[in-house]
C-alpha cells in the first residue's frame, strides 16, 4: 500500500474543508454572533440530524469505543442502550420546549440558556460564570482528547509523525470553524457524517471477512476471550454491578453535551424535530454498537500484535482495504474526531463570548463579537494541541470524565430547567459546582467507583436545593420563556 | 446458552434493543406527522 496515496487522499480530503471555511467566510453575511454562532436558527433537518450526531461521535467512536471493544468486549452495549434511550428522550422531551425557549430568550448555548433563564435573578451572573468555567475546563480537556485521536489516526494511517499531525489537524480545524462558524462546522459535518456511516458498515464487515465470516468471528472471538462476546465481561456479583452502573452512568452524560444540545437551538423549526429524532436515533444506534464489534473482531486479529487497543481501527483499515477506499475511509474517520472538535470550540468560544459581552465589554459591537470569537476558537485549538502534546490519560479516560462531567454540571440543570418548572436559580447554579467538583473528585477520590457516585449526589442537590428554594413562582411564570406556538 | 448467529442471548437482545429503539423512533415520528404538522405529539413534552 502506499503512504503517499493515503496521504493523497487525505490532503485532498482537508482542502475540501478549508474550502467550506472560506465558502462560508466569503459569501455568508455574519453580521451578527448569532449567524456566527448558530447558523441563525435555519438549519435543516438531516444536516441538524447528523450534525447533532457527529459532534459528540468524534474520537470515540473509532477510538476510544473500538479499544472498550477490543478490552472489555460487547459488554459496551450496557453503556450504548442508555445512551440511545438518552437521546430518544432528549429530542421528544427537551428539544421542542428548548428550541422555542432559546429562541424566545436570545439564547446561544447552554450555559448562556442557564444564565438567561435567570437574568433577572441575583443568581443569573454567577451560573454564567461557574458555567463558562466548566465549559472550559471540560470541553478543553475534550478537545484535547480530540486532537490526541487525530494525531494518533494520521500517524498510524497515513505516516505522519504524531506532533506534526496534532498541529496540523489541530490548525486545520481550527482555520475552518475560525473563518466559517457554526454554518460551516454543519456542512463540513453533513459531508463527514456521511463518510463516517460508509466506515461504520464498511470496516466490520472487511474485519469479519477477514476471520472468515459472522460464524468463523463468534467462535474465534470467544476462544480468544470467553467473556468477550458476552454482556457481563465476565464479571458476577458485585464486580458485574458497579460495571453496569459504571457504564450506565457513563452514559447518563448524554443528557447535557453542549456541542450537541446548541443543534436543538438551531433547528430550523420545531416541526422538524420528530423527523430529525429519526436519523438522529438510528445513526447513534449504528455508531455505538458497530465499534464494540469492531474491536472483538480487532481482538482476533492483532491479539498479541503490537498494536495498541485504541488503534485497532486504524491498523485494520491499511491492512483490509484498497489504499484509496483506505484514505478515503480514515479521512471519515479523522473527520468525525475535527467534526467533535469544531464543535466543542464553536461552544467554548460562545460562552466565553458571551461572558465578555456580558461582564467585561457590554459596548462591543457585533463585529467585536465575531472578531473576539473567532479568536477564542483559535485559542482553544492552540491549548488543545498542547494538551494533546503532553497526553494526559488515554483517549477514552479524557472523554469519560468530560463527558460525565458536561452531563451533571450543565446537561440535567438544563433538562431541568426546560421541562420542571420548580427548578431555581439557586438549584441550577448549585448543581453546576457540585457536577464540576463531584465530577473532579468521584474521579481522583473514588476513582473505582467513577462516574456512579457524582450522579446521586448532583441529582440531589438539583432537588433538594430547588425544592428548599421555590418560591410558588417557577422561572416560566412571566410566560417570557415559554412563548406559546 | 447462544442465539441470533451464536452471540450470547443477553448479547442478542442488547443489539435487538438497539434495532427497535429506531425503529420505535420512527414510528412515534409517523404519528406525531399524521396528527398535525409534525410537532412532537405523543411520548414527549412540547
Known amino acids: 500500500m502506499s503512504e503517499a496515496q493515503l496521504q493523497a487522499t487525505f490532503g485532498l480530503f482537508v482542502v475540501v474543508l478549508l474550502s467550506i471555511g472560506l465558502y462560508f467566510f466569503f459569501t455568508t453575511e455574519t453580521k451578527r454572533l448569532s449567524d456566527y454562532m448558530l447558523a441563525d436558527r435555519d438549519v435543516g433537518t438531516v444536516p441538524i440530524a447528523i450534525s447533532e450526531v457527529t459532534a459528540v461521535a468524534s474520537g470515540w467512536t473509532f477510538f476510544a469505543w473500538v479499544g472498550i471493544g477490543f478490552t472489555v468486549g460487547m459488554s459496551g452495549l450496557w453503556f450504548s442502550i442508555t445512551m440511545v434511550l438518552i437521546v430518544l428522550f432528549l429530542y421528544r422531551f427537551v428539544a421542542p420546549r428548548f428550541r422555542r425557549t432559546s429562541e424566545a430568550l436570545g439564547s446561544q448555548t447552554v450555559v448562556d440558556h442557564l444564565a438567561s433563564t435567570f437574568d433577572d435573578h441575583r443568581l443569573g451572573p454567577v451560573i454564567r460564570l461557574v458555567g463558562t468555567v466548566t465549559i472550559v475546563v471540560f470541553l478543553m480537556s475534550y478537545i484535547g482528547a480530540q486532537i490526541i485521536a487525530i494525531g494518533e489516526a494520521m500517524d498510524v494511517g497515513l505516516g505522519i509523525p504524531y506532533t506534526t499531525a496534532i498541529l496540523i489537524g489541530g490548525l486545520a480545524v481550527a482555520f475552518y470553524t475560525t473563518l466559517g462558524g457554526f454554518n460551516a462546522s454543519v456542512t463540513a459535518h453533513l459531508l463527514m457524517g456521511s463518510l463516517v456511516i460508509v466506515a461504520a458498515i464498511l470496516v466490520p464487515i472487511g474485519m469479519v471477512l477477514e476471520i472468515g465470516g459472522w460464524s468463523a468471528f463468534v467462535s474465534e472471538a470467544s476462544a480468544v476471550d470467553p467473556a468477550l462476546l458476552t454482556m457481563t465481561g465476565g464479571d458476577a456479583g458485585t464486580a458485574l454491578l458497579i460495571a453496569v452502573l459504571s457504564w450506565v452512568t457513563f452514559a447518563a452524560g448524554a443528557i447535557g453535551q453542549p456541542h450537541g444540545l446548541m443543534r436543538f437551538q438551531a433547528i430550523r423549526s420545531e416541526r422538524i424535530i420528530s423527523r430529525a429524532s429519526v436519523i438522529a436515533v438510528a445513526f447513534q444506534s449504528l455508531r455505538l454498537t458497530v465499534p464494540l464489534i469492531m474491536g472483538a473482531a480487532g481482538r482476533v486479529l492483532y491479539d498479541g500484535a503490537d498494536v495498541h487497543h485504541e488503534n485497532v481501527a486504524m491498523h485494520a483499515i491499511i491492512d483490509i482495504f484498497p489504499s484509496w477506499l483506505a484514505g478515503l475511509l480514515l479521512a471519515g474517520i479523522i473527520g468525525a474526531i475535527l467534526s467533535t472538535s469544531d464543535s466543542m470550540m464553536i461552544v467554548t468560544s460562545a460562552d466565553v463570548t458571551r461572558f465578555y459581552e456580558e461582564h467585561l465589554n457590554p459596548d462591543a459591537t457585533e463585529r467585536e463579537l465575531i472578531l473576539f470569537g473567532r479568536g477564542v476558537v483559535l485559542a482553544a485549538a492552540l491549548i488543545g494541541i498542547a494538551l494533546a502534546y503532553v497526553r494526559p490519560g488515554t483517549i477514552f479516560d479524557i472523554i469519560e470524565f468530560a463527558f460525565v462531567g458536561l452531563g451533571a454540571s450543565l446537561g440535567m440543570p438544563l433538562a431541568a430547567v426546560v421541562i420542571w418548572e420548580k427548578t431555581t436559580a439557586e438549584g441550577v447554579f448549585a448543581t453546576i459546582i457540585v457536577g464540576l467538583l463531584g465530577s473532579v473528585g468521584n474521579l481522583y477520590l473514588f476513582a473505582d467507583y467513577f462516574p456512579i457516585l457524582v450522579w446521586p449526589v448532583a441529582i440531589a442537590t438539583l432537588v433538594l436545593v430547588s425544592v428548599a428554594t421555590y418560591d410558588g413562582r417557577g422561572q416560566y411564570a412571566d410566560e417570557r420563556t415559554v412563548p406559546t406556538d | ?46
Open chain 2, 1 to 46: 446458552m447462544t442465539s441470533l448467529g451464536g452471540l450470547p442471548v443477553g448479547t442478542a437482545v442488547a443489539i435487538l434493543v438497539m434495532v427497535v429503539v429506531p425503529i420505535v423512533t420512527y414510528l412515534l415520528y409517523r404519528i406525531d406527522h399524521q396528527r398535525g404538522d409534525g410537532r412532537v405529539t405523543v411520548l414527549g413534552k412540547r
